[in-house]
């Protein structure tokens, strides 16, 4: 209950901000895109992490303001690093179930992205797998969010209702591999038969597909021979804040 009141009233108060998590080409070295991550600071507690309060936002339903706000501050970003010379890419935001079951979240998404001129191509979804397993309408809202030209990437994929029947009628663009395959990758043949046959699946379905929670070089490089050339993880940069992250982003030249 008090968590509840206090995320209430730092909504209103605008008590939260976004990290970015630079995605990288394993290969080039080079980022590819960026991951938002919110980030809520509350003047008392302190620094409260998205596990402890992401959940009691969906139970409550404060995740659909707060939601929208971490969306329209993503756009925001993502239009303040275009105008300043950044070679354009993806910026990545979490939606949780919660939110696609909103009846107007298509024209909520759209209605933002227009209002912070930012175009659909630079903004990608990450869901779980549990928004695609669950039922026919949320993947026909997943869609209608695919139909308007953004991305939509299936998070923590490999972890959850992966079953074939499912995956043969994968609305997304993307396979965002779960760091728990990734973790032991270098000394588990298990896992490394896992990524392969992921990355197999994505090549044969034309989907894209990155590593999440890469930590070590070894890592990136059994994942270069897997033929996974995306990643993202500590080993590249943890989340930082806009400021910082930029450092990493190319310019045009
Ligand atoms: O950095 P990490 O602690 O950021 O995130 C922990 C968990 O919180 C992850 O499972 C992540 O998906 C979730 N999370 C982080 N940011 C957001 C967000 O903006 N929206 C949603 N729905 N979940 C988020
Ligand atoms: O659920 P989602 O995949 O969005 O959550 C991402 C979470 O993983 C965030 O909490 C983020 O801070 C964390 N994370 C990002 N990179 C790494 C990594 O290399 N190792 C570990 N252990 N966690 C990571
Ligand atoms: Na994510
Ligand atoms: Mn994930």
Redesign the pocket.
Known sequence: ILLENELRKSVQMGHFTLEY?PKMNLYHGELSGVEA?VRWNHPDLGRIPPDKFIPIAEETKIILPLGEWILREACKQAYNWQQRGYKPFRIAV?MSAVQLDEPTIVETIQRILTEEKVSPEFIEL?LTETSFADRVEMRHTIQRIRDIGIQVAI??FGTGYSTFSYIKELPADILKID?SFIRDIDVNENSRAIVKAIVTLAATAGLEVIA????TEKQANVLIELGCLEG???FYS??LPAEECEFMIPKID
């Open positions: 998590q991550l979490n990450e998070d923590d760091m999440e929670g890469v930590e993202q993880g500590y943890k989340p």
